[in-house]
Nanobody, 120 residues
Framework: QVQLVESGGGLVQPGGSLRLSCAAS????????MGWYRQAPGKQRELVAT???????NYADSVKGRFTISRDNAKNTVYLQMNSLKPEDTAVYYC??????????????WGEGTLVTVSS
């Protein structure tokens, strides 16, 4: 079983920075793609960034150049460095682990989320 625990959210002023962390339990982390998603009030959950097991990254257009996803396989942890934050980045941020299985549908594991509020 996989457990994901996010931390690092909080209140920050526009233009500020935060770093989110997600610690994963179990042995799947090193071989699994990881991602950060977010859900703003009244909106659907959306992809923010992903990183493969070998470090290839992908970003939503809205965060390119401002956010950086990274992973430390030795610590079973994925990070999201968020710079130049905007009020529209306000959301609950969720950590995601994709369990890929040959011949079977992908399984997604989710953390409980951490709230990021960007406001003056």
């Amino acid at each position: 079983q996989v457990q994901l625990v996010e931390s690092g959210g909080g209140l920050v002023q526009p233009g500020g920075s935060l770093r989110l962390s997600c610690a994963a339990s179990g042995t799947l982390f090193r071989i699994s793609p990881m991602g950060w998603y977010r859900q703003a009030p009244g909106k659907q959950r959306e992809l923010v960034a992903t990183v493969t097991s070998t470090g290839t990254t992908n970003y939503a257009d809205s965060v390119k150049g401002r956010f950086t996803i990274s992973r430390d396989n030795a610590k079973n942890t994925v990070y999201l460095q968020m710079n130049s934050l905007k009020p529209e980045d306000t959301a609950v941020y969720y950590c995601n682990l994709q369990r890929l299985r040959i011949g079977l549908p992908r399984l997604d594991y989710w953390g409980e989320g951490t709230l990021v509020t960007v406001s003056s």
